[in-house]
């Protein structure tokens, strides 16, 4: 009697185990797993784009891989794009990032931006490239492939090497999506640093108007360096305008999160819509500055550069000191007029020639209420 009941007890225990089995099959399609993961976004040939958004069916969001080159064994340099596309009609708005592969505060901005907007709430489109440059965000280094720097690449015609064809296909591209307004996100170069700071073309009233509602700390008046995307953009008509945004290779979320917040003031401007959260609030108006320059040195040193960014100087204030290596003090470098400090170098030995701060002319009276 002992052993059937033993028997029965363990014939309930698998009857039972069975039943649990069959109802995870059952239910196990709507719980998170691999089942349920994400697909991968498509690969869209450049020459295609225009087949591929005709095509398209927005659910709010969608995300795809553009395609700009192909290499020798047929992989391609690939281009992540998402697409946010309202309920209403409204401005095409284009944010980017990472034309310089080591400048990836940028990217970090755009995923903030994109993780707060609401789409549901959302007029017009946004597109959203975070990664310009694959190549050298994978490698964090400032140019392409070729160690040609891509943001001097534009609309250069006599340029048929595969940076040029690079990023004449990708000009291209912001044709075919039908882009009105575009905001590039930067850093400052290797060793140095910037404040945050909006460069635009302020004779076009509207980037003007937008330079100012972003809330920087300056903005420099400047139509942007030959070939340029952002003068490639406005040579098409299109509002745009460059975001500097502290130093490269290390992301700073705070000034990520102040971007984010400088964004949302755009979709507000634009009456786009989208909700999202404002971070950051400026108590005083940004420092216009009509031009600037870097001040370089004479002689190479080990240099000690005293102000920070975002402050001011005034003419004949000293800005660095330069010892040799034996820690001898050479000379003093002072300030060639009263200016505003728009980045520094941050490394300490710098060559003959070399950039040790960057300064901003603005108006004196501007620079004395300070």
């Not at 008509?237 to 700073?252: N, Q, R, S």
Request: proline share 6%; charged share 20%; hydrophobic share 40%.
């Amino acid at each position: 009697y002992g052993m059937k009941q033993f028997f029965k007890l363990i014939l309930m225990a698998l009857l039972f185990q069975s039943s649990v089995f069959i109802i995870f099959l059952l239910i196990r399609p709507s719980w998170p797993g691999p089942s349920s993961a994400r697909r991968e976004p498509p690969v869209v040939p450049h020459d295609l784009l225009s087949q591929h958004l005709e095509q398209l069916t927005f659910s709010n969001r969608s995300e795809f891989r553009l395609q700009i080159i192909e290499g020798p064994s047929g992989e391609g340099i690939e281009l992540p794009v998402i697409i946010l596309q309202g309920k209403r009609k409204g401005p095409s708005l284009a944010v980017t990032a990472g034309i310089h592969g080591d400048e990836v505060t940028g990217v970090a901005a755009i995923f903030h931006f994109l993780d707060n907007l609401q789409v549901d709430d959302l007029n017009g489109t946004i597109i959203a490239i975070p990664v310009l440059n694959p190549y050298g965000f994978n490698r964090v280094q400032r140019a392409g492939e070729n160690g040609k720097d891509l943001n001097r690449q534009f609309k250069a015609r006599s340029l048929r090497d595969q940076e040029g064809l690079y990023t004449e296909r990708l000009f291209n591209a912001f044709s075919v999506l039908k882009v009105t307004h575009h905001i590039d996100l930067h850093t400052a170069t290797t060793f140095h640093d910037n404040c945050y700071y909006v460069r635009a073309d302020l004779s076009v009233p509207e980037i003007a108007k937008m330079s100012q509602i972003m809330m920087p700390d300056i903005i420099l008046n400047h139509s942007g360096p030959l070939n340029s995307l952002r003068m490639a953009m406005a040579s098409d008509g299109i509002v745009a305008v460059t975001v500097e945004i502290g130093g490269p290779v290390k992301v700073d979320q705070q000034l990520a999160r102040r971007t984010m917040s400088s964004l949302g003031l755009i979709l507000e401007h634009l009456q786009m819509g989208g909700k999202v959260p404002i971070q950051f609030q400026s108590t005083t108006d940004p420092v216009v500055c009509s031009s600037s320059e870097w001040i370089r040195n004479i002689g190479g040193g080990l240099m000690e550069i005293f102000p920070q960014v975002n402050t001011f100087v005034s003419a004949g204030e000293p800005i660095a000191r330069r010892r040799d290596i034996f820690g001898n003090i050479l000379n003093i470098i002072g300030a060639p007029y009263d200016a505003v400090v728009i980045g520094t170098s941050v490394r300490l030995p710098i060559a003959d020639g070399g950039r040790i701060v960057h300064l901003g002319k603005a108006n004196t009276k501007e620079i004395t209420d300070r």
